[in-house]
């Protein structure tokens, strides 16, 4: 089976977070005439009007293409500005078309996002509505914001509506375009962002820095220049915005850009394949070793960034002096004399042990599920394995059955290695044994003979130490042929697409 759509980790998940979060702030703009460049409507404004509404940007709402490695992945229009007749709101309007193929699957992805804010300085946000339609399945989140926390409305077809009621978030009006605030203001503006997928708030940056001079049109202008970087992403975004408010490029990365179109140009998309697209190839083949338990792997790195490098219990890390790195990946079973009873503790504070929107783990059809499975068995690794056998056995391998949701997916019973991990953490955790996703690259010769790494997820799970395991596979040692490199389906490790490198098989 292929690894499924952690091909880009994510570029359903990934590229979503990266683009909606990210062009939260600021986006890219076509070349409009310059009549269509004025500054958003301020005659009806209030006198205490926000930064964010003072700042320039192009009427009517902006496109911008999206490519990964020069090849056009899809697109994303955002709006911002006073609600027509009202001057006391705002409204944000995000969307993201994403459409790839993966292997011989054509994989679709609509997501948009209205978010609605005070219109005075620091206002808040008061209401959003978040709609996806395509890979990872269709659903409407309608949420209301009060001083006490916000009430969530879950809407999918064919089924009951959901409320959830989530802590409340400082997110501000500000937030919704940091970029173009703090170049307005000259100075850097912190903040915050709820995350359109699992509906957290994390802390969100932006750093003014020196302008510099861009070709465009052939013409040579003065740009402002800002990086941005939210909590939950971890991916530094360079945007470049124009004098007159367009937003010309924005860089995630050395491989994923975002680049102003018009709106013809932003919706024509090349085809792309993503598994052959991102894969890193390989100088040969591994050895068996590579799938024993025990077992070893040592690779030659290129292109690894320093942050990447961090020591574990399962990979090591030998930095040259050419600036390459010697990678040796190791899997053994947990050690006998550790291993300890459920439940048990999380070593890290309790996140993982946490029920979310997307986990939900506290589902009575999870914890019901969970039971049965682990019975009554106390020993934490056993329990463990029984659930990863299960969902390996009961999941059917399918690419085009995306789930975001944990009962979600025990609901249709099938989907790819995303799926799969999504479960079994939920599964895990309501057994009482801490549990996250691992994202990074796995071992496989597909069908074109070439020996490669593939974007892949998988979980890892504290029994007394931590052990990784993948219910995809059905391993419940994950073997050496797992290089792990970011956590719960985070965008950090998107840089790494396209520019990781392995120069030597050892």
Known sequence: ???????????????????????????????????????????????????????????????????????????????????????????????????????????????????????????????????????GGTQTLEGTVTPTGMSVVRKRPGMPDETVNLPPTPEVVEDADQVRVALLRQTNVTGSSMDATDLGTYKLATTVQPAEERLVSG???????????????????????????????????????????SEVVAKRLDLVEVFGLT????????????????????????????????????????????????????????????????????????????????????????????????????????????????????????YGASADRATDVLRQRKGDCTEHSLLTVALLRAAGIPARRVDGVIYMVNQDGVPALYWHEWVEAFVGEWTQMDPTFNQTVADATHFGVGQEANAEITPLIGSLKVVEVM
Not at 229 to 238: A, F, G, H, N, R
Not at 354 to 375: M, N, P, T, Y
Request: hydrophobic share 35%; net charge positive; with cysteine.
């Open 1 to 135: 089976m292929r690894p499924s759509r952690k091909a880009l980790p994510t570029l359903g998940a990934a590229l979503l977070s990266l683009a909606l979060v990210q062009c939260k702030k600021q986006e890219p703009a076509p070349e409009a005439p310059q009549s269509q460049q004025a500054q958003a409507p301020q005659a009806q404004a209030p006198a205490a009007l926000s930064d964010v509404l003072k700042a320039r940007r192009p009427q009517g709402g902006e496109y911008l293409g999206l490519y990964l490695m020069d090849k056009k992945v899809g697109y994303v229009f955002n709006d911002l500005g006073l609600i027509p007749g009202r001057n006391d709101r705002v409204r944000s309007i995000n969307e993201l078309h994403f459409k790839a193929q993966v292997g011989t699957r054509m994989s679709e992805r609509v997501h948009r996002e209205e978010r609605i804010y005070e219109a005075r300085p620091g206002g808040r946000l008061v209401a959003f509505t978040i709609e996806q339609r395509g890979d």
């Open 219 to 261: 013409v040579k202008v003065k740009v402002g220049k800002a990086v941005s970087l939210s909590d939950k992403e971890k991916v530094p975004v360079t945007a470049y915005v124009a004098e007159d408010g367009r937003l010309l490029e924005m860089e995630y990365g050395q491989t994923m850009k975002a680049r102003a179109e």
């Open 279 to 398: 894969r890193v190839v390989l100088p040969k083949t591994l050895s068996p070793e590579a799938h024993a338990i025990p077992g070893q792997v040592k690779l030659v790195m290129e292109n690894l960034p320093e942050k990447f490098q961090r020591d574990t219990y399962r990979q090591k890390y030998q930095p040259r002096p050419d600036g390459r790195v010697l990678v040796t990946l190791s899997a053994r079973a947990p050690e006998p004399g550790k291993l300890k009873p459920r439940p048990l503790a999380d070593p890290e504070g309790g996140e993982n042990l946490k029920s979310s929107i997307i986990v939900e783990s506290d589902s009575q059809q999870i914890r019901d599920l969970a039971g049965q499975l682990a019975g009554g068995e106390k020993d934490a690794y056993t329990a463990a394995k029984k659930i990863v056998s299960w969902v390996a056995t009961n999941l059917q391998k399918d």
